[in-house]
């Protein structure tokens, strides 16, 4: 919790947009730590006060904050605005958001999807044989058996996907990646765009298996080979992207 001598004193500035001048001292204030995480910020009524604006720009301004994923507002006679915590599973919310918003509107061709998952996922699986714990290889192991007892009609198996994926980056001991990561499967979830036949999904289950098995064997190239392999059989196998790919 900040000191009551640290929290900022907001003046009023002269800028073009009454918005902005708000928008942009509160940010700055939760930048230098005059704000700590779980702090809440002035009523509207102070800030509208501070600043010399309406509480319709107080409430504007706290609004694009909000979006920015910097502060949340809690509603009821004990609510308000106040700053946000950022964990991994929180960064990675933010960062699916927008990259949902890009998904939506066809900006991304699959191919470059699978080239970010390369980027981030090889490594992650090579940090993971390194860092990984009993908790996540136990967690690993019981989605492989959830993959392999489930059918083709299961409407849960992007989530299984998702799950696997995310698990490795959490095990790979870096937070941001792992919130790239599962940002990454949440905004897109690519296994919605493997053609899933038989072959294609017991194959799948196989090469997680091995992933599973080189994270637990704590072998860093084994295991980032292995990533490598099946990154490149997801695309390979991806509807829009190989037309002559048949099983």
Known sequence: MADDA??????????????AQVEAQI???IFLGQFAPGDKLPAETELAEQFGVSRPTIREALGSLVSAGLIRKVPGVAGGSFVNTVTPDSLSRMIGESM???MRLGALHIGELAQVRQVLEVPAARWAAENKTVGHLEQLWSIVDRQRTTTLDDPEIPSY???????IGHASGNRLLAAFIGALHDATHPAQ????TKTVAEKTVRQHIGIAKALESGDPDRAATAMDEHLAYVLHYSSNFSDDATP
């Open 161 to 167: 996907d998702l799950a696997f994926h995310t698990t």
């Open 100 to 102: 949902n918003t890009i």
């Open 27 to 29: 940010k700055e204030a």
């Open 193 to 196: 765009y493997l053609d899933i």
């Open 6 to 19: 640290t929290r900022p004193e907001f003046k009023a500035q002269q800028v073009t947009r009454p918005r």
